[in-house]
Antibody, heavy 123, light 108 residues
Protein backbone atom coordinates (compact mmCIF):
# COMPACT_ATOMS: atom_id res chain seq x y z
CA UNK A 1 0.00 0.00 0.00
CA UNK A 2 1.36 3.39 -1.02
CA UNK A 3 1.68 5.73 1.95
CA UNK A 4 3.04 9.23 2.42
CA UNK A 5 3.53 10.03 6.09
CA UNK A 6 4.38 13.60 7.03
CA UNK A 7 6.06 14.99 10.10
CA UNK A 8 4.03 16.54 12.90
CA UNK A 9 2.70 20.03 13.46
CA UNK A 10 5.18 22.83 14.08
CA UNK A 11 4.92 26.14 15.92
CA UNK A 12 7.70 28.58 15.08
CA UNK A 13 8.59 32.24 15.48
CA UNK A 14 9.20 34.61 12.56
CA UNK A 15 12.78 34.39 11.35
CA UNK A 16 13.29 30.80 12.47
CA UNK A 17 14.19 27.98 10.10
CA UNK A 18 12.17 24.83 9.54
CA UNK A 19 12.35 21.55 7.65
CA UNK A 20 9.31 19.29 7.37
CA UNK A 21 9.33 15.79 5.94
CA UNK A 22 7.30 13.32 3.90
CA UNK A 23 8.24 9.64 4.07
CA UNK A 24 7.11 7.38 1.26
CA UNK A 25 6.52 3.66 1.61
CA UNK A 26 4.91 0.83 -0.32
CA UNK A 27 6.51 1.75 -3.65
CA UNK A 28 9.82 2.51 -5.33
CA UNK A 29 10.57 5.94 -3.86
CA UNK A 30 13.05 6.84 -6.60
CA UNK A 31 10.58 6.17 -9.44
CA UNK A 32 7.96 8.83 -8.78
CA UNK A 33 7.99 12.60 -8.48
CA UNK A 34 6.84 14.07 -5.15
CA UNK A 35 5.27 17.51 -4.97
CA UNK A 36 4.38 19.95 -2.20
CA UNK A 37 1.11 21.86 -1.88
CA UNK A 38 0.27 24.77 0.40
CA UNK A 39 -3.16 25.48 1.85
CA UNK A 40 -3.41 28.67 3.85
CA UNK A 41 -6.16 28.89 6.51
CA UNK A 42 -9.57 28.86 4.86
CA UNK A 43 -8.04 29.06 1.39
CA UNK A 44 -7.45 26.86 -1.63
CA UNK A 45 -4.62 24.63 -2.84
CA UNK A 46 -1.38 26.04 -4.25
CA UNK A 47 1.30 23.96 -6.00
CA UNK A 48 4.75 24.82 -4.64
CA UNK A 49 7.14 22.55 -6.47
CA UNK A 50 8.19 19.01 -7.18
CA UNK A 51 11.22 16.74 -6.90
CA UNK A 52 12.32 13.51 -8.54
CA UNK A 53 14.08 11.57 -5.77
CA UNK A 54 15.89 9.41 -8.31
CA UNK A 55 18.23 12.24 -9.32
CA UNK A 56 16.98 15.18 -7.17
CA UNK A 57 15.74 17.08 -10.23
CA UNK A 58 13.66 19.87 -8.64
CA UNK A 59 11.22 22.33 -10.15
CA UNK A 60 9.51 25.23 -8.37
CA UNK A 61 6.32 27.11 -9.05
CA UNK A 62 7.31 30.72 -9.86
CA UNK A 63 5.40 31.91 -6.78
CA UNK A 64 7.60 29.83 -4.49
CA UNK A 65 10.97 29.97 -6.24
CA UNK A 66 13.52 31.34 -3.78
CA UNK A 67 11.07 31.15 -0.87
CA UNK A 68 11.47 27.47 0.00
CA UNK A 69 13.83 24.58 -0.71
CA UNK A 70 12.65 21.12 -1.72
CA UNK A 71 15.00 18.18 -1.27
CA UNK A 72 14.97 14.41 -0.86
CA UNK A 73 17.04 11.68 0.76
CA UNK A 74 16.44 8.53 -1.25
CA UNK A 75 18.34 6.39 1.26
CA UNK A 76 15.49 6.88 3.73
CA UNK A 77 12.68 7.47 1.18
CA UNK A 78 11.96 10.95 2.49
CA UNK A 79 11.26 14.27 0.82
CA UNK A 80 11.65 17.61 2.56
CA UNK A 81 10.34 21.15 2.42
CA UNK A 82 12.37 23.79 4.20
CA UNK A 83 12.43 27.47 5.02
CA UNK A 84 15.49 29.46 6.08
CA UNK A 85 13.55 32.34 7.61
CA UNK A 86 9.86 31.88 8.31
CA UNK A 87 7.27 34.62 8.03
CA UNK A 88 3.82 34.83 9.58
CA UNK A 89 2.41 34.45 6.07
CA UNK A 90 3.94 30.93 5.92
CA UNK A 91 1.29 29.78 8.37
CA UNK A 92 -0.53 27.04 6.50
CA UNK A 93 -1.14 23.34 6.05
CA UNK A 94 1.43 21.70 3.78
CA UNK A 95 0.78 18.49 1.88
CA UNK A 96 3.10 16.23 -0.07
CA UNK A 97 1.62 14.34 -3.00
CA UNK A 98 2.66 11.68 -5.53
CA UNK A 99 1.24 10.81 -8.94
CA UNK A 100 -0.97 7.83 -9.50
CA UNK A 101 0.64 4.48 -10.25
CA UNK A 102 2.27 4.23 -13.69
CA UNK A 103 2.47 8.01 -14.08
CA UNK A 104 6.22 8.50 -13.99
CA UNK A 105 6.18 12.02 -15.42
CA UNK A 106 5.94 15.09 -13.17
CA UNK A 107 2.70 15.91 -14.94
CA UNK A 108 1.14 12.74 -13.55
CA UNK A 109 -2.06 13.43 -11.60
CA UNK A 110 -1.31 13.73 -7.86
CA UNK A 111 -3.23 10.76 -6.54
CA UNK A 112 -1.55 9.91 -3.24
CA UNK A 113 -1.42 12.55 -0.54
CA UNK A 114 0.20 12.84 2.85
CA UNK A 115 -1.93 13.69 5.86
CA UNK A 116 -0.58 17.24 5.97
CA UNK A 117 1.73 19.18 8.28
CA UNK A 118 0.35 22.29 9.97
CA UNK A 119 2.94 25.04 10.27
CA UNK A 120 2.10 27.97 12.54
CA UNK A 121 4.38 31.00 12.57
CA UNK A 122 3.64 33.48 15.32
CA UNK A 123 5.57 35.76 17.60
CA UNK B 1 -6.54 34.77 -7.76
CA UNK B 2 -6.50 31.27 -9.26
CA UNK B 3 -5.64 30.54 -12.87
CA UNK B 4 -8.58 28.11 -13.02
CA UNK B 5 -11.97 29.65 -12.22
CA UNK B 6 -14.60 27.82 -10.21
CA UNK B 7 -17.83 29.08 -8.64
CA UNK B 8 -17.22 29.62 -4.91
CA UNK B 9 -20.32 27.71 -3.90
CA UNK B 10 -22.87 25.18 -5.09
CA UNK B 11 -25.75 23.42 -3.42
CA UNK B 12 -28.31 20.70 -3.92
CA UNK B 13 -30.73 18.47 -2.10
CA UNK B 14 -30.22 14.74 -1.48
CA UNK B 15 -30.74 12.72 -4.65
CA UNK B 16 -30.25 15.69 -6.93
CA UNK B 17 -27.61 16.07 -9.65
CA UNK B 18 -25.13 18.92 -9.23
CA UNK B 19 -22.45 20.18 -11.58
CA UNK B 20 -19.37 22.27 -10.80
CA UNK B 21 -17.60 24.14 -13.57
CA UNK B 22 -13.93 24.96 -14.05
CA UNK B 23 -12.79 27.49 -16.61
CA UNK B 24 -9.20 27.85 -17.78
CA UNK B 25 -7.20 28.76 -20.86
CA UNK B 26 -5.34 27.28 -23.79
CA UNK B 27 -2.17 26.81 -21.70
CA UNK B 28 -3.82 24.61 -19.07
CA UNK B 29 -7.19 22.97 -19.68
CA UNK B 30 -7.01 23.65 -23.39
CA UNK B 31 -3.88 21.53 -23.81
CA UNK B 32 -3.84 19.20 -20.80
CA UNK B 33 -6.16 16.87 -18.94
CA UNK B 34 -8.17 17.87 -15.87
CA UNK B 35 -8.31 16.32 -12.42
CA UNK B 36 -10.88 16.87 -9.69
CA UNK B 37 -10.33 16.62 -5.95
CA UNK B 38 -12.67 16.36 -2.99
CA UNK B 39 -11.58 17.77 0.35
CA UNK B 40 -13.66 16.92 3.37
CA UNK B 41 -13.24 19.21 6.40
CA UNK B 42 -9.95 18.65 8.16
CA UNK B 43 -8.65 16.08 5.69
CA UNK B 44 -6.22 15.90 2.79
CA UNK B 45 -7.55 16.26 -0.75
CA UNK B 46 -8.71 13.05 -2.40
CA UNK B 47 -8.47 12.45 -6.15
CA UNK B 48 -11.96 11.96 -7.58
CA UNK B 49 -11.41 12.24 -11.33
CA UNK B 50 -8.22 12.21 -13.42
CA UNK B 51 -7.56 12.52 -17.15
CA UNK B 52 -10.85 14.42 -17.56
CA UNK B 53 -13.20 11.52 -16.89
CA UNK B 54 -11.40 8.60 -15.23
CA UNK B 55 -12.25 7.47 -11.72
CA UNK B 56 -9.58 5.98 -9.44
CA UNK B 57 -10.45 2.68 -7.86
CA UNK B 58 -12.99 3.11 -5.08
CA UNK B 59 -14.59 6.32 -6.32
CA UNK B 60 -18.35 5.81 -6.87
CA UNK B 61 -19.70 6.18 -10.40
CA UNK B 62 -21.96 8.95 -9.09
CA UNK B 63 -18.97 11.18 -9.78
CA UNK B 64 -18.18 11.96 -13.41
CA UNK B 65 -16.04 14.48 -15.26
CA UNK B 66 -16.02 16.04 -18.69
CA UNK B 67 -13.98 18.57 -20.63
CA UNK B 68 -14.64 20.74 -23.64
CA UNK B 69 -12.14 23.24 -25.00
CA UNK B 70 -10.84 25.31 -22.09
CA UNK B 71 -13.55 24.31 -19.62
CA UNK B 72 -14.32 21.25 -17.55
CA UNK B 73 -17.13 20.06 -15.32
CA UNK B 74 -17.61 17.71 -12.41
CA UNK B 75 -21.03 16.14 -12.05
CA UNK B 76 -22.33 14.47 -8.92
CA UNK B 77 -25.53 12.50 -9.28
CA UNK B 78 -27.65 11.04 -6.49
CA UNK B 79 -26.30 13.69 -4.11
CA UNK B 80 -25.65 12.44 -0.58
CA UNK B 81 -25.03 14.29 2.67
CA UNK B 82 -21.47 12.95 2.79
CA UNK B 83 -20.73 14.73 -0.49
CA UNK B 84 -20.68 18.04 1.39
CA UNK B 85 -17.09 19.17 0.89
CA UNK B 86 -14.79 21.48 -1.04
CA UNK B 87 -14.07 20.51 -4.66
CA UNK B 88 -11.04 21.60 -6.66
CA UNK B 89 -10.18 21.25 -10.32
CA UNK B 90 -6.54 21.01 -11.40
CA UNK B 91 -4.63 21.05 -14.66
CA UNK B 92 -1.00 21.17 -15.73
CA UNK B 93 0.05 24.59 -16.98
CA UNK B 94 3.39 25.00 -18.70
CA UNK B 95 5.61 23.81 -15.85
CA UNK B 96 3.46 23.31 -12.78
CA UNK B 97 0.08 22.20 -11.52
CA UNK B 98 -2.64 24.81 -11.27
CA UNK B 99 -5.66 24.48 -9.01
CA UNK B 100 -9.01 26.18 -9.16
CA UNK B 101 -10.07 28.32 -6.23
CA UNK B 102 -12.40 25.62 -4.96
CA UNK B 103 -16.16 25.19 -4.75
CA UNK B 104 -17.90 24.60 -1.45
CA UNK B 105 -20.73 22.14 -1.99
CA UNK B 106 -23.59 22.29 0.50
CA UNK B 107 -26.16 19.51 0.72
CA UNK B 108 -29.38 21.14 1.84
Amino acid sequence: EVQLVQSGAEVKKPGESLKISCKGSGYSFTSYWIGWVRQMPGKGLEWMGIIYPGDSDTRYSPSFQGQVTISADKSISTAYLQWSSLKASDTAMYYCARPLDHYYDRRGPPGYWGQGTLVTVSS
Amino acid sequence: QSVLTQPPSASGTPGQRVTISCSGSSSNIGSNTVNWYQQLPGTAPKLLIYSNNQRPSGVPDRFSGSKSGTSASLAISGLQSEDEADYYCAAWDDSSWMFGGGTKLTVL
